[in-house]
């Protein structure tokens, strides 16, 4: 390898203030070439997997600006994520705004090249749609076990008879095409009205483990976490996060709320219950500034993104370090 790595820093607050300059990811550097970083921040600007309230298009703007409140270390764990790993704001995936075909094959396309280089995808949505074409270019070779953090299971067949590609769809799409091992998904704080007293059929049919929002208080976040990582073990595992999942009290700029989620706190302390796993990826998505007129949800979003973000660059630097270790002498 040529020469020691460098670590992309981002913008000091202290000398430029975290309200002045151009707003990136976490105040980061720009980058064209995901070779050059461990982590990729990457905006999917689309929402063309809406089925109610749209929005989402505008999320990661709105998120780059709000990620500008975020420091340089973890004020719980320690992890100074930059000092692990290169992270960068790799700017956002291609989309067209007239196709859902043609934006599930750019947006795939361009996580594909992402993922060729080496570099852990870390996205904010976009609908959840998104995730879907993420898990085709991430999942390809290896079935991914995914914690799944949402109101809704995301595991419904079809819209309007025959719409195979919505919102309400990137998990059965997922799983039916190999992308995801259904017995290693959990999926936390399900719940809403449902089209049928069958919607969950399915899911439960597949293994996936569905804890409810209802389960979710009884267990109380600390059970939660050791069922989440019982469930997706030691192999490699995806987080997707659908700020639905949160109470809309904390995340009213979403387009599908469902009222009696879970707190920002709680989803931050489950985020941090993953650390040591065999994180790949992840993202945050459903964040829609058009209902998010004090910016608090693109604030919540980001810093989850914040959150994960730290998990990932521990998991990046300490699949380096064996690597790196020299063999032992006799
Ligand atoms: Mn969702
Ligand atoms: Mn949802």
Redesign the pocket.
Known sequence: MPGPRRFPAPQSGLVVPRFGGVATFMRLPLFDDPAELDIALVGVPWDGGTTNRPGARHGPRQMRDMSTLMRRVHHVSGIAPYTLARIGDLGDAPVNPASIDDSLARIEAFFARLHRAGTVPLAAGGD?LVTLPILRAIARRRKLGVVHF?A?S?TWDTYFGGHKYT?GTPFRRAIEEGLIDPRRLVQIGIRGSLYSRNDMTWAHDQGIRVITIEEYFALGVERVIAEARRVVGDGPTYVSF?V?GLDPVFAPGTGTPEIGGYSSHEAQRMIRGLRGLDLVGGDV??VSPPFDTSGGTALTGVTLMWELMCQLAERVAARRRPARRKPRRR
């Open positions: 959840h949402d809704h995301d919102h659908d639905d998505v459903e």
